[in-house]
């Protein structure tokens, strides 16, 4: 008994001899509670969950401070004794306050050190969330810019399990929002950006049959795309899928541009055209806006030409482009023999899959 508090075994005894647990306290009830299963006393075990589900009920979602003793509780129980019920048992409770409760709580223990947390505190963060992704995108806005070196391995963490991917019913303008803000972080690598574009791209195929979807593309001349609703918002993301054929069809004179996608006002679109250097062809692949009143702007993209077979062989590229710079894109993105190539796995359906991501900055106007 010398593992237990003082307190924690005098109720014991007591609740021993009596059958109840009437001195049973917060204070002592991590010690109760484990002496009930080490002891082998159903009884006490079930008056202890019993005193634990009083706890939550009295939990209201302003008082962080009640929240993070339930909490720092079902997490002692969880990791030492494996049971996991009261862990669910305060969830339950917790996801149904409001999310500017759980964000404020999860601000107010998270906020400050969101890149010293452990991975079941990061586990935790997200299950208050709830999928309630605009909580998880307002705690990366305040990491996000503290990191000088693209993402860490927090950051990675939270977006690979937050769902995005599997949740259907999310807000669009959610996805936008993690790009958002994934285009602030200083240093971001490639590596970061290609583990991103792969989780969007699984989206956009979880929700292709769903009228509101990302990106829905139907043929060439057909594409509904993120709050289309909102063109003057402030980034976006176009996918166009033309087919193979009409791709082998281009020459260094026949250009062929995708349906447009409104970005701050400004219809923007992608341009395929062929350049044939060394008698091989290559397709070209390039940006175009159509707004000569803009004379000072920079504006950050994303090129991928998705691959069907394995994503690592996605091709991708992104660059930081300026109104006077002579291209918006690449006159070699791919040559027509890898294009082609059914090892590469760039065609299904008879047709290629091109995503970009295009953020400008505010615009500035003659």
Known sequence: MDDFSE???????????SGELYKISKENFRDMNKMSRVFDV??????CREFFQEMITALTGDDCDEISAVLEEAGYV????????????AMEKIITFTVEQRSGYIKTLYADQMGDLQTDQLTLLLKIANKDYSIVAALLGDHLPTLSAGLDGNARYIL????????????????????????EVKGITLDDMK?????????????????NTIVIIKDMNEI??????????????????????????????????????YIRNIPWKLKLKLK??????FLGCFLSFEDEMIRAWTCSVVFTLVSHGNQENNLQSNNLYRHNSLTWGYHKFISKADLNDPAKGFVKDNKVTLIVHIKPDPLTEA
């Open 78 to 89: 969880n990791a030492t004794m494996k049971d996991s019920e009261f862990l669910d048992m």
């Open 42 to 47: 159903a009884w006490m075990a079930k008056g």
């Open 195 to 211: 583990m991103v574009l792969r989780l969007h791209q699984k989206r956009c195929a979880a929700i292709k049959d769903m009228c």
């Open 7 to 17: 307190d924690a075994v005098n109720c014991f005894i007591d609740a021993a001899y």
């Open 160 to 183: 690979q399990n937050m769902g995005l991917v599997e949740d259907s019913k999310t807000r669009d303008g959610i996805v936008e929002e993690m790009f958002d803000l994934l285009h």
């Open 224 to 261: 509904a795309t993120l709050e289309q609703s909102n063109p003057a918002r402030s980034s976006g993301t176009l996918v166009w899928t033309p087919t193979l054929d009409e791709v082998n069809q281009l020459t260094a004179e026949k250009k062929m541009f995708s349906p447009p996608i």
């Open 276 to 281: 044939n250097e060394d008698n091989i062809d």
